[in-house]
């Protein structure tokens, strides 16, 4: 099993940053591929960013493209998302994930097997 645990989330007035974190607990040596995902209220939960198994390969959705950046630290069992520019939009619970399986980044929820409990960002305007 892995435990995965996001800190960072908070109120945050537009165009201002914070930066998200999820530490990897238990079987860490079977993950590969994280990243990260949304959920706003009444919408579905959607991809925001992914990073590969050595971080060499990065995606991002089209709405974070040039604000966000994802990023792993292997030795820490970390994964970590700074994100700058926010914007109201921005505001949902995030949710970083795991996949055993996929080596290279993955924007497909199926694809990930752990997820952690989520960390809620507001973005004031």
């Known amino acids: 099993q892995v435990q995965l645990v996001e800190s960072g989330g908070g109120l945050v007035q537009s165009g201002g940053s914070l930066r998200l974190s999820c530490a990897a607990s238990?079987?860490?040596?079977?993950?590969?591929?994280m990243g990260w995902f949304r959920q706003a209220p009444g919408k579905e939960r959607e991809f925001v960013a992914a990073v590969s198994w050595t971080g060499s390969s990065l995606s991002y959705a089209d709405s974070v493209k040039g604000r966000f950046t994802v990023s792993r630290d292997n030795a820490k069992n970390t994964l970590y998302l700074q994100m700058n520019s926010l914007k109201p939009e921005d505001t949902a619970v995030y949710y970083c994930?795991?996949?055993?399986?996929?080596?290279?980044?993955?924007?497909?929820?199926?694809?990930?097997?752990?997820w952690g409990q989520g960390t809620q960002v507001t973005v004031s305007s």
């Open positions: 238990g079987r860490t040596f079977i993950t590969r591929a």
């Open positions: 994930a795991a996949s055993t399986t996929q080596a290279a980044t993955t924007t497909l929820e199926p694809h990930y097997n752990y």
